[in-house]
């Protein structure tokens, strides 16, 4: 069966562009997508406390590192089920398996100590989980509003994951002080369960079939006879439509060099923002407490974007816009490791939280806009591989090459690097002439 007759709505959207901060139907998701994602920062906290407790600290570090492997290997697939089971359903279940399994171990950790085996099969679980889950949370959006709507619900969205960082870090230190990891645990299920109705309750808009829909049809149609039959010719199938997923993307005029931009940025920006701030904050003497300025400054950036976007609903010009946002980003990038002192640091890095957080949702919502509807789940699940399993890798390298080299090169280095983001946008004339619906 394909995409478009699997992801039947229960109720049709309403026709009306409605605001999406005033239309419940997205808010509704919005209070979903929240818990999930606070029941989630909770989660790696509990995981993080019970992995020291229970193992030596490499050891804890295999732990944390466990569930990155399957995300990675699995992503693409899981755009494939996306697409084809529909992503309300399957994030729906992927927050029920991930509710149940947090639960199951925290009733272990209750009754017994049974040591780094359970937390091991959990962040394995919690990757493989999440390689179906990333790409249906990115297809989302364009099934619960509209077309018009898309940049608003971006910023949106961007907020959700501030307000979960800030509130989930101390929410989920709290329960480790007050129960243990068993008690963090136990609250992270809880959060991630209240997802489950609130999602259950979200109208679905129904989309268009396109080509790539009637091609994947072409296929699945013939998936008819006995058991192994059956099963070669659906793992045929879901090859099949990845195959013509990558082919799809990579013949599109606007998303082939988006995903490009999108990993040339992610890989500049990812590597200078975690370990090598960390590294940069040691050698200016700026301290935890420095680090910690320049870490909020960022947010804050990053949440005055979002929150730019979600009052606006709309920016002319995105492909301009997020070209000279991306090389503006990439400025402030090098420039943070030439600041004098922690002040400028922090407002320098505002900056770049600004910069980056305008030019990654308008990304994401030209990638909403610009997919057809039966390819979203798999053009998410590549976008979200390469931000989430490439751009990580930077980060040893990074860590490396400061060693090396010092923080200045390579804080210029990966500026560079990020700035080759915006001159694809400008090179590419249909992205670069890209806007978002009104």
């Not at 099963?231 to 199938?237: F, L, Q, R, W, Y």
Request: aromatic share 6%.
């Amino acid at each position: 069966m394909t995409a478009t007759t699997t992801t039947v709505p229960t109720a049709r959207a309403a026709v009306v562009d409605t605001p999406a901060h005033r239309d419940g139907n997205v808010l509704r998701w919005l209070a979903a997508y929240t818990a999930s994602m606070t029941g989630d920062s909770v989660y790696y906290i509990a995981l993080s406390w019970a992995a020291v407790q229970s193992g030596t600290p490499a050891q804890a570090g295999i732990v944390m590192s466990v569930s990155a492997l399957p995300r990675a290997l699995l992503m693409l697939g899981g755009g494939v089920i996306a697409d084809r089971l529909g992503p309300r359903r399957v994030v729906i279940g992927s927050d029920a398996v991930r509710c149940l399994t947090v639960l199951a171990v925290a009733a272990l950790l209750f009754l017994t100590s049974p040591g780094l085996w359970p937390l091991a099969l959990l962040a394995l679980a919690f990757g493989t989980v999440d390689a179906v889950f990333l790409p249906a949370v990115g297809a989302l959006p364009a099934r619960v509003t509209s077309r018009g709507q898309l940049t608003r619900v971006q910023g949106m969205r961007g907020l959700a994951i501030r307000f979960a960082g800030v509130v989930g870090g101390p929410l989920g230190g709290l329960a480790v002080a007050v129960g243990g990891a068993a008690a963090a645990f136990a609250f992270a299920g809880l959060l991630i369960a209240i997802s489950v109705p609130l999602l259950v309750s979200v109208r679905i808009r129904e989309l268009p079939a396109d080509d790539v829909t009637a091609d994947a049809e072409k296929v699945s149609g013939g998936a008819a006879g006995g058991g192994k039959t059956r099963a070669k010719d659906a793992v045929g199938t879901a090859w099949h439509d990845l195959r013509v997923g990558l082919r799809y993307i990579r013949r599109h005029r606007v998303l082939a060099p988006l995903m490009l931009a999108i990993a040339l940025g992610d890989l500049g920006f990812v590597g200078p923002l975690n370990v090598g701030l960390t590294l940069l904050a040691d050698e200016r003497g700026w301290g935890a407490s420095g680090m910690g300025w320049v870490l909020g400054g960022f947010g804050a950036g990053a949440g005055l974007a979002s929150l730019l976007l979600a009052v606006r609903g709309r920016v002319p010009h995105a492909g301009h816009v997020m070209a000279y946002a991306c090389l503006g980003g990439a400025v402030a990038i090098g420039a943070l490791a030439f600041v004098p002192d922690v002040v400028a640091a922090a407002g320098v890095a505002l900056l770049v939280g600004l910069l980056a957080g305008l030019s990654g949702a308008l990304c994401g919502a030209l990638l909403q806009t610009q997919a057809d509807p039966a390819c979203l789940g798999r053009v998410t699940a590549v976008a979200s591989l390469v931000s989430l399993g490439f751009a990580p890798l930077s980060m040893p390298l990074s860590a490396a090459a400061i060693g090396a080299f010092g923080t200045g090169p390579v804080f210029v280095t990966s500026a560079a690097v990020c700035g080759l983001g915006g001159v694809v946008v400008l090179s590419a004339k249909n992205l670069r002439r890209a806007e978002l619906p009104t």
